[in-house]
């Protein structure tokens, strides 16, 4: 199965640009890569996805490598509510369904 | 408001005893989703439903079961053959679980405590 590897934690400081990285270089042809984030004791929240182009969107943006191995999620002046997990996630087509493959995410610490 | 809601947010039980999570949501989704998540840790399936009546086992399913009788609903009951059963418990739904581009919505836990 394809699995995602992202950093366990990263920090940025506030009103700056951040960039999550997410290596996925066992993914498919017709895996989606989505991204969410979770707050403490909350359910994780939608950010973004996208298949082969880039995506922006009003949270964020997602950059995708051109042969699909990795992606960026940029969040382009980070402020103190962006301090979360951030998951990035593959959506894989299986044999009668699908398949959601979680990574362990990364912590995003923002100073002010 | 549309969206989707779990219950209760915080649940005891004793060691053996069978307990029912439930899920509701009113985005008439058709796709709904049981994830396991311990502490630190990512996300684990344990089922999930593309259909009412229909429903299929997830990553994690042993010591767990599911009912899909109603769009709205799909509670999880977690049996005492699961080892370990204290977890956040998250149910999720989207619009479509064939279609891997949408997005989906998550409620807001059920931390379960065996004790």
């Known amino acids: 199965d394809a699995k995602t590897t992202q950093p366990n934690s990263m920090e940025s400081n506030e009103e700056e640009p951040v960039h999550l990285p997410c290596n996925h270089s066992?993914?498919?042809?017709?895996?989606?890569i989505h991204w969410y984030r979770q707050l403490p004791s909350q359910g994780p929240e939608y950010v973004i996805h996208?298949?082969?182009s880039n995506v922006n969107n009003r949270m964020a943006s997602l950059a995708i490598a051109e042969d699909r191995k990795s992606s960026t999620l940029i969040l382009h002046r980070a402020t103190l509510r962006d301090a979360a997990v951030y998951y990035c996630?593959?959506?894989?087509?299986?044999?009668?369904?699908?398949?959601?493959?979680f990574g362990a995410g990364t912590r995003l610490f923002v100073k002010a | 408001d549309g969206g989707i809601t779990q219950s209760p947010k915080y649940l005891f039980r004793k060691e053996g005893q069978n307990v029912t999570l439930s899920c509701e949501q009113n985005l008439n989704h058709d796709a709904m989703y049981w994830y396991r998540q311990d502490p630190g840790q990512g996300l684990r399936l344990i089922y999930y439903s593309q259909i009412v009546n229909d429903f299929q086992k997830g990553d994690i399913a042993e010591g767990y079961s599911v009912s899909r009788e109603k769009k709205e609903s799909f509670p999880l009951t977690v049996t005492s053959a699961q080892k370990n059963p204290t977890a956040f418990y998250l149910c999720?739904?989207?619009?479509?679980?064939?279609?891997?581009?949408?997005?989906?919505?998550f409620g807001q836990g059920t931390r379960l405590t065996v004790v």
């Open positions: 996208g298949l082969t």
């Open positions: 066992t993914i498919s042809g017709t895996d989606y």
């Open positions: 999720a739904s989207s619009a479509g679980a064939r279609l891997m581009n949408t997005e989906a919505f």
């Open positions: 996630i593959l959506r894989a087509r299986t044999t009668g369904g699908f398949k959601t493959i």
